[in-house]
């Protein structure tokens, strides 16, 4: 599987606008719903869903990284995108720090193996300080959706 | 390092359906933060499992284990064997298995 089969460019946001986890949740969310990666009428249960998945054990990773997630019925077909934030976001990471870096991962209700496989793709880059440092650095959804193509060209760790 | 310092290994299968997925691995980290020893884990199911560090939750998520799956878990320092114990016994017992785990 490829990061950029997994992550979804068009709903990609290099500038959230939300200032709160499930503002950001939101955000993401109703982008992808806008740019046809999921339906309009399911944008309100993932939101619900990813929240109380982010309330029973964050998905704040440490090192500016969440990746809120959810397995759930009315999800097709796996599919992730990104949200920078420039300010920061408190995710009651493990580290206290905040997060600029979100990846959200929407996944079919019983893609246990899928899931797992596409959070090994997501982490096999984040865990790369200059990965991370870029995305961090990245001003234009362009950037970020440049970056991943890289990702996957480069020789794997 | 001190005389006193020993290795333990643990090798413990995943019994859950849902892997080691980021609740259990956060579990897992938080667990292995609170001993002194370095903790290393390798998913020997897996061809070319490479090691990574149990008290890092990205490196975690490399492992990709998934249901069946055999970890195993090397500590090593003051108090490795107490750690190792107690990380394979997390494991053992699914992550004392959250109601919602088989559908999160």
Do not use: W
């Not at chain 2, 494991?91 to 109601?99: A, Q």
Request: glycine share 6%; hydrophobic share 40%.
């Amino acid at each position: 599987m490829k990061l950029s089969e997994l992550i979804h460019g068009p709903s990609i946001i290099a500038d959230l606008q939300a200032t709160d986890r499930n503002g950001v949740i939101r955000e993401l969310t109703e982008s992808l719903a806008e740019h046809g990666a999921i339906q309009q009428e399911h944008v309100e249960t993932v939101v619900r869903a990813t929240i109380a998945r982010e309330k029973s054990g964050s998905t704040g990773f440490g090192k500016g990284v969440a990746v809120p997630h959810v397995k759930h019925a009315c999800v097709e077909k796996m599919v992730a995108t990104i949200g920078r934030s420039s300010h920061g976001v408190d995710f009651a990471a493990l580290d206290r720090s905040p997060v600029y870096t979100v990846v959200m991962l929407l996944s079919p209700q019983d893609a246990q193996d899928d899931h797992l496989a596409a959070m090994e793709k997501v982490f096999r880059c984040l865990q790369r300080e200059t990965y991370r440092r870029f995305l961090r650095q990245s001003e234009t959804r362009e950037a970020i959706v440049d970056l991943i193509s890289e990702v996957d060209d480069a020789p794997s760790s | 390092m001190s005389d006193a310092e020993t290795t333990y290994v643990r090798e413990v299968e995943i019994p859950n359906k849902a892997g080691l997925h980021a609740r259990p691995v956060m579990q897992f980290v938080d667990l292995a933060s609170r001993f002194k020893s370095q903790v290393v884990v390798i998913n020997v199911t897996r061809a070319g499992g490479e090691r990574v560090d149990g008290k890092s939750a990205m490196q975690m998520m490399l492992l990709e284990a998934t249901k069946g799956c055999t970890l195993r878990i090397a500590t090593d320092g003051p108090d490795a064997q107490a750690a190792a114990d107690a990380l394979a016994e997390l494991v053992c017992h699914g992550f004392g298995v959250h109601p919602e785990s088989a559908s999160e």
